[in-house]
C-alpha cells in the first residue's frame, strides 16, 4: 500500500460502519452477522502461518500505517487478541482461491484455500473498518464464506498514447488489489509510443518513446502542442513493478502490438515497414495539425489507425519480434503474452511485393489470411517457449491460431466464435467494458464518445447466452480496458476508472444470484466514502441528475424525464432561452413532479436541491423543433449495439449533436449498414426540406454518408422517391430542398453508408462507420 497516497490529511467522515452497515463489495457469496465486535488496536497481532501469509498481513500493515497511522506487530506464534492469516494448502484448489472469515470479540481468523484466497479475506477486513480514525477500530462480529465466479479479474492501462510512472502504476495495481481482481492489463506499445526497454534494440525506446507532438483536443484536433513527449520503463522498473503486483496476487499481462499499431518501431527501425523510404506524413491524416520534422518514419501524433504496419513478408520482421519478446519474456513470467492483433491494415500489404510473395509461397488467399500466417508464427514461437498466445478478437479473421486465446472486444462474437472452437476468451467488450467511455450523458470533460453507465457495467454478464454450459467454461473471465487517447493524468485515470471499477470486481467474483442493483447502489454510498479516504479521484455521476427524452402521447412533442438516487433531493427545472448561461438556486424555477411536457424549440435546466442547497450538476438541454419531432419512427435496419442510444427515436428527439463523439450517445451508429427510417407524422404533413444530421470522424473510421434519398407514402406501404442529396453541406448535413412542397403522411429517409474504406484512408478495407444524429423536417 505504500503507493497509495504518500501525504493524507485524515478525513472524519460522518459514519463508522454499523450492524446494518456491512458494505462489502464484491457481495460475499454468505455473510452472517454475530454479535458484537473485535476491538483492533495497537495491542492487536498479526499472526501468519508461514511466509506464504505474509503478504496479507503486510498489506494490511501498511494499509492500516496509510490511513489510521499505526501498524501492528506480526508473529508465527499464535497469541490472543490476534488476527490469524491460516492458508489450508492441503487444499488442492488453484483456481477457487475461497476463503472463510470469522470475527468475532476475541479475535480474527482468515482462513484461505490458496495464499490468494488467504489475501482475499484480507481485503475483506480493510472493508470491515471504520472509515473515521479512531484508537480503538471496532470490526463487527461475522461470518464470511466467499470464494471467486470467474479466474480472470482484470483491469487494462494503456501506457502507449500517455505515459504513466511507476509510481501511478503500482497505485492502479492497489486499487486493483482492494477490489479482489487479479490481473492487470499493461499495454506497452502503440502508434504513439514505445514503453518497455529492449536492450538489443535501443532506439525503440530514444527514438519510438517519444513523439514530437500531440494534437489538442478531440480528433482531429484545433492543433499540436508541439511538445516533446514521452517515457519509457527500464527493465529493472518492469520488474519491480511485476515484483509488487505479484505480491499482491496479481499477474501482469504485458502486450506488445503486432502486426498493427507498429509506427513508433518502425520510426525507430523504418526497415521494419513495408516501405521504410515512405515518410510517416504521407499516412498521416489531413486533417490533424503536424509538429517537428516531417521526414522520414516518426512517432505518431494524432490517434487512430495507420496502414504502416510491420511488413509480413521480410524474415526480418520476425527475427527481430523474436528478439524482442526474448527479452519480454524474462520480465513476465505470466502465462499468457498478449499480441495484439487488431486493427491492421492491409493497404501496405497489398501493395508490397515481399508480402504478395509471402502469400504465394504459403497458399494464402488474401491479406487475412496473411494475418493469421503472422499470428499463428508468432505463436508457435511463444508456445516453444512455454507461454500461450492472446491477442485481441481480429486474430480470428483467417484462422484463429491453434492454441491461442481471445480478448473480445467488438462485442462478444468473437469471444462466442472462440469459445465455441474451445478457446480460452477473456470478455471485453465495447458495449461494458470501455473506460475510456463516458459515463454520463452529461460529460463534462473531453472523452473518446461512446457511453458506458455504472449501472450497465454492473448488470454485463460476461458468458454470453449464446454459449451453452460446457462452452461457457471457455470463458475464463473479462477485464475493462482503459484506453488513454484523452487521459493524460493520473486524476483523470482515477475518474474514468471509478466507481465503474467497483461495479466490475462485483460482476467478476459475485454469483449472478448475489448480485442486485439496489442493493449495490446502497452499500455505493459507504465506497463513495472510501474512495475519499484514499483521496481518490472519481466521477460524481452517480449524484448527479439524470435525463432521458420520452416520446409525448399522441406523439405530441417529447417528454423530459429527470431522475436522481438521492431519495431525499428535490428536483426542480426552469425553461430558459437557449444560450444563456444559467445558474440555478434553491428556490428558483418549478418543483418537478413528472416528465416536463416539450412543444416547441427551449433550452431548459433541472437541479437537484438537498438541505436547501443545490447539489450535484444540473443538466441542460436545447431543444430544436421541426416537423419531425416526437413522431412515431421506424429502422429498417438496427444500429450496432454499443451505438444505439434511445433507438430510432434518437433521429426524432428534438437534439442536434453539436459536440461529435463526445456526445456520442446522441447518435445512432450503423457498421457497414444504411440508415433506413420511416417517419411517421400521423398526417398529411406539408415538406419542404428534408436534413439528416450526421459526422465524421476519419480516425475512428466513422464517414460522411455515399448521400440520402427521400420517399413519402401517404398509406406506409406504397413509396415514391421525391429527390435525393449527395453533397455535405458545411453544416455536416445531408439537405434535400424542394422545389415545391410535397404532402404525405410517411416520410422515408434512406442515408447510404460509404461501405468499404478505401485504400489510402484510415482503417482502409475495412467496413465504414455511419454516424447519424437528427433527421429534420420543415
Known amino acids: 500500500m505504500r503507493?497509495?497516497?504518500?501525504?493524507?490529511?485524515?478525513?472524519?467522515?460522518?459514519?463508522?460502519?454499523?450492524?446494518?452497515?456491512?458494505?462489502?463489495?464484491?457481495?460475499?457469496?454468505?455473510?452472517?452477522?454475530?454479535?458484537?465486535?473485535?476491538?483492533?488496536?495497537?495491542?492487536?497481532?498479526?499472526?501468519?502461518?508461514?511466509?506464504?501469509?505474509?503478504?496479507?498481513?503486510?498489506?494490511?500493515?501498511?494499509?492500516?500505517?496509510?490511513?489510521?497511522?499505526?501498524?501492528?506487530?506480526?508473529?508465527?506464534?499464535?497469541?490472543?487478541?490476534?488476527?490469524?492469516?491460516?492458508?489450508?494448502?492441503?487444499?488442492?484448489?488453484?483456481?477457487?482461491?475461497?476463503?472463510?472469515?470469522?470475527?468475532?470479540?476475541?479475535?480474527?481468523?482468515?482462513?484461505?484455500?490458496?495464499?490468494?484466497?488467504?489475501?482475499?479475506?484480507?481485503?475483506?477486513?480493510?472493508?470491515?473498518?471504520?472509515?473515521?480514525?479512531?484508537?480503538?477500530?471496532?470490526?463487527?462480529?461475522?461470518?464470511?464464506?466467499?470464494?471467486?465466479?470467474?479466474?480472470?479479474?482484470?483491469?487494462?492501462?494503456?501506457?502507449?498514447?500517455?505515459?504513466?510512472?511507476?509510481?501511478?502504476?503500482?497505485?492502479?495495481?492497489?486499487?486493483?488489489?482492494?477490489?479482489?481482481?487479479?490481473?492487470?492489463?499493461?499495454?506497452?506499445?502503440?502508434?504513439?509510443?514505445?514503453?518497455?526497454?529492449?536492450?538489443?534494440?535501443?532506439?525503440?525506446?530514444?527514438?519510438?518513446?517519444?513523439?514530437?507532438?500531440?494534437?489538442?483536443?478531440?480528433?482531429?484536433?484545433?492543433?499540436?502542442?508541439g511538445l516533446h513527449y514521452g517515457g519509457f520503463y527500464t527493465q529493472e522498473e518492469i520488474r519491480e513493478v511485476v515484483a509488487y503486483a505479484a505480491q499482491r496476487h496479481i499477474t501482469v499481462v504485458p502486450e506488445i502490438e503486432m502486426p498493427g499499431h507498429a509506427s513508433a518501431a518502425i520510426a525507430a527501425y523504418p526497415e521494419l515497414s513495408c516501405f521504410p523510404e515512405e515518410p510517416t506524413k504521407n499516412y498521416y491524416p489531413k486533417d490533424c495539425a503536424w509538429a517537428g520534422d516531417s521526414t522520414g518514419k516518426q512517432v505518431q501524433q494524432t490517434w487512430g489507425v495507420f496502414d504502416d504496419v510491420f511488413c509480413a513478408g521480410k524474415e526480418n520482421t520476425f527475427q527481430f519480434l523474436q528478439d524482442v519478446l526474448d527479452e519480454v519474456l524474462p520480465l513476465f513470467p505470466s502465462r499468457m503474452i498478449h499480441v495484439g492483433g487488431d486493427e491492421c491494415p492491409k493497404a501496405n500489404w497489398k501493395k508490397c511485393p515481399l508480402c504478395q510473395q509471402r502469400m504465394k509461397e504459403n497458399g494464402l488467399k488474401d491479406e487475412h489470411e496473411l494475418q493469421s500466417y503472422f499470428i499463428q508464427r508468432m505463436e508457435k514461437y511463444l508456445n516453444g517457449k512455454g507461454r500461450k498466445l492472446i491477442g485481441w478478437d481480429e486474430i480470428l479473421e483467417g484462422g484463429l491460431a491453434p492454441n491461442a486465446a481471445v480478448m473480445s472486444w467488438r462485442g462478444e462474437s468473437g469471444g462466442i466464435a472462440a469459445a465455441k472452437q474451445h478457446h480460452e476468451v477473456v470478455m471485453t467488450p465495447t458495449d461494458y467494458a470501455y473506460f475510456d467511455y463516458s459515463q454520463t450523458t452529461n460529460e463534462d470533460s473531453v472523452t473518446i464518445g461512446g457511453f458506458v453507465s455504472l449501472e450497465k457495467v454492473y448488470n454485463y454478464n460476461p458468458i454470453p447466452a449464446a454459449l451453452d454450459a460446457e462452452e461457457g467454461k471457455y470463458v475464463l473471465g473479462a477485464q475493462a480496458n482503459l484506453w488513454t487517447e484523452y487521459i493524460k493524468n493520473p486524476r483523470k485515470v482515477e475518474y474514468m476508472i471509478f466507481p465503474r471499477l467497483t461495479a466490475l470486481s462485483e460482476v467478476l467474483w459475485s454469483a449472478p444470484q448475489k448480485k442486485n442493483w439496489n442493493d449495490f447502489e446502497k452499500r455505493m454510498q459507504v465506497q463513495f466514502n472510501r474512495y475519499n479516504l484514499w483521496k481518490a479521484n472519481y466521477s460524481r455521476a452517480f449524484f448527479d441528475l439524470r435525463s432521458s427524452i420520452l416520446p409525448a402521447p399522441g406523439n405530441k412533442g417529447v417528454l423530459w424525464k429527470l431522475e436522481t438516487k438521492q431519495s431525499s433531493a428535490q428536483i426542480r427545472y426552469k425553461k430558459h432561452a437557449a444560450g444563456i448561461s444559467?445558474?440555478?438556486?434553491?428556490?428558483?424555477?418549478?418543483?418537478?413532479?413528472?416528465?416536463?411536457?416539450?412543444t416547441s424549440s427551449t433550452a431548459i435546466t433541472g437541479w437537484s436541491v438537498m438541505d436547501k442547497t443545490v447539489k450535484g450538476n444540473g443538466i441542460s438541454q436545447e431543444f430544436k423543433f421541426n416537423k419531425a419531432t416526437g413522431k412515431k419512427i421506424t429502422l429498417t435496419t438496427q444500429p450496432a449495439g454499443k451505438y444505439a442510444s434511445d433507438g430510432a427515436f434518437a433521429l426524432v428527439n428534438g437534439v442536434q449533436n453539436e459536440k461529435g463523439m463526445s456526445r456520442s450517445r446522441e447518435f445512432l451508429g450503423f457498421e457497414g449498414t444504411d440508415c433506413d427510417a420511416t417517419i411517421d407524422f400521423g398526417q398529411i404533413t406539408s415538406i419542404n426540406e428534408v436534413i439528416a444530421h450526421t459526422l465524421e470522424q476519419r480516425g475512428s473510421w466513422i464517414y460522411y454518408p455515399q448521400g440520402m434519398e427521400v420517399f413519402t407514402s401517404a398509406d406506409g406501404k406504397q413509396f415514391n422517391s421525391i429527390g435525393s442529396a449527395n453533397a455535405i453541406t458545411d453544416q455536416k448535413t445531408l439537405k434535400l430542398e424542394l422545389a415545391s412542397p410535397v404532402k404525405a403522411r410517411y416520410l422515408r429517409v434512406w442515408i447510404k453508408n460509404k461501405g468499404i474504406i478505401p485504400t489510402g484512408l484510415p482503417g482502409a478495407d475495412h467496413q465504414a462507420w455511419l454516424f447519424v444524429d437528427e433527421i429534420e423536417v420543415q
Open 582 to 598: 444559467f445558474v440555478p438556486t434553491p428556490a428558483e424555477g418549478m418543483l418537478y413532479k413528472t416528465a416536463v411536457p416539450i
Open 3 to 225: 503507493s497509495l497516497i504518500k501525504s493524507f490529511i485524515f478525513l472524519f467522515l460522518p459514519f463508522a460502519i454499523s450492524a446494518q452497515e456491512i458494505t462489502i463489495i464484491p457481495q460475499p457469496a454468505s455473510l452472517k452477522r454475530g454479535a458484537g465486535y473485535f476491538n483492533l488496536g495497537k495491542n492487536t497481532t498479526l499472526v501468519v502461518q508461514d511466509d506464504g501469509d505474509l503478504p496479507a498481513a503486510e498489506f494490511f500493515n501498511n494499509y492500516l500505517q496509510e490511513f489510521y497511522g499505526f501498524s501492528l506487530p506480526v508473529s508465527k506464534t499464535p497469541v490472543k487478541n490476534a488476527i490469524r492469516f491460516y492458508t489450508k494448502k492441503f487444499i488442492k484448489a488453484p483456481d477457487k482461491d475461497g476463503y472463510s472469515f470469522e470475527a468475532n470479540s476475541t479475535g480474527i481468523s482468515i482462513s484461505g484455500d490458496t495464499y490468494a484466497g488467504t489475501f482475499y479475506g484480507m481485503q475483506t477486513l480493510i472493508q470491515l473498518l471504520p472509515l473515521n480514525r479512531s484508537a480503538a477500530l471496532k470490526i463487527p462480529a461475522v461470518s464470511v464464506q466467499d470464494a471467486p465466479r470467474f479466474n480472470y479479474r482484470g483491469m487494462h492501462l494503456d501506457v502507449g498514447r500517455h505515459f504513466f510512472p511507476v509510481s501511478f502504476v503500482k497505485k492502479y495495481i492497489d486499487y486493483i488489489t482492494l477490489h479482489k481482481m487479479n490481473y492487470f492489463h499493461w499495454h506497452l506499445t502503440d502508434d504513439q509510443g514505445w514503453r518497455i526497454e529492449i536492450k538489443k534494440y535501443p532506439r525503440l525506446t530514444t527514438v519510438g518513446g517519444w513523439r514530437n507532438g500531440t494534437i489538442i483536443g478531440r480528433y482531429p484536433g484545433t492543433g499540436n502542442d
